[in-house]
């Protein structure tokens, strides 16, 4: 598989994850049907796309990468269906985690 492809698969898992911490936060501690099963079919579906990104490009830089960007988007969820609003102080860490994403991927060494 292609760099290019690997990292439009890690997209996709950045979106599963990001939809599981929604359904997560929507599962009410685990207690409401629905929210719960959506976010374990998530987390399966994300953990698979994960492990096939692995294959091309290395696991520390496959998880960096998801990490970071899934934090970012699931900020953005949080303002925006939650509205949950973050303080300078978290903007500032989510602009530091959106630098050592794109340090890892950009300067970092891949093989």
């Known amino acids: 598989m292609s760099n290019i492809i690997a990292y439009i698969v ?41 492990s096939i990104v692995m294959k091309t490009i290395p696991v520390g830089i496959t998880y960096a990468s998801f990490a970071g960007l899934c934090i970012i988007a699931t900020t953005i969820v949080g303002v925006y269906k939650f509205n949950q609003m973050p303080d300078v102080y978290t903007i500032v860490g989510l602009i530091l985690i959106i630098s050592g994403v794109l340090i890892v991927n950009l300067l970092g060494k891949t093989n």
């Open 10 to 50: 890690l997209i996709l898992a950045v979106i599963l994850g990001t939809a599981a911490n929604g359904f997560a936060k929507g599962a009410n501690g685990f207690t409401l049907l629905l929210p719960s099963l959506l976010t374990a079919i998530t987390i399966v579906a994300c953990m698979f796309t994960l």
